[in-house]
């Protein structure tokens, strides 16, 4: 079993910069999974931003240049470091996890993913 606990979440003011963090324990830590950020507003399926799989690193389009995924495999958590935010980036953001994967894998989906945080909420103004 492994759990996932997020954190950072807060209101900022669109252009401002924020990092949230997600905490890995259980049976293994982060090195060995793979582990994405999906965020959801109100009404709306919960949507993929980033993964991080092996050393690869891949972002839905409206996130490339600004967001980061990184890792510390000594603290067994994995960072976003969001930057340039805009107010549609609002959302509940969740971090999720799933055995390190081969080329192929279907990283998108939701249901690709065993485990996951409890969420962080991060609101952003005009």
């Known amino acids: 079993q492994v759990q996932l606990a997020e954190s950072g979440g807060a209101s900022v003011q669109a252009g401002d910069s924020l990092t949230l963090s997600c905490a890995v324990s259980?049976?293994?830590?982060?090195?060995?999974?793979?582990v994405a950020w999906f965020r959801q507003t109100p009404g709306k399926e919960r949507e993929f931003v980033t993964v991080?799989?092996?050393?690869?690193?891949y972002y839905v389009e409206s996130v490339k240049g600004r967001f980061t995924i990184s890792k510390d495999n000594v603290k067994n958590t994995v960072y976003l470091q969001m930057n340039s935010l805009k107010p549609e980036d609002t959302a509940v953001y969740y971090c999720a996890a799933t055995p390190l994967f081969s080329p192929g894998y279907d990283y998108l989906r939701t249901s690709s993913y065993a485990y996951w945080g409890q969420g962080t909420q991060v609101t952003v103004s005009s």
């Open positions: 991080l799989n092996w050393n690869d690193r």
């Open positions: 259980g049976r293994t830590g982060a090195y060995d999974y793979a």
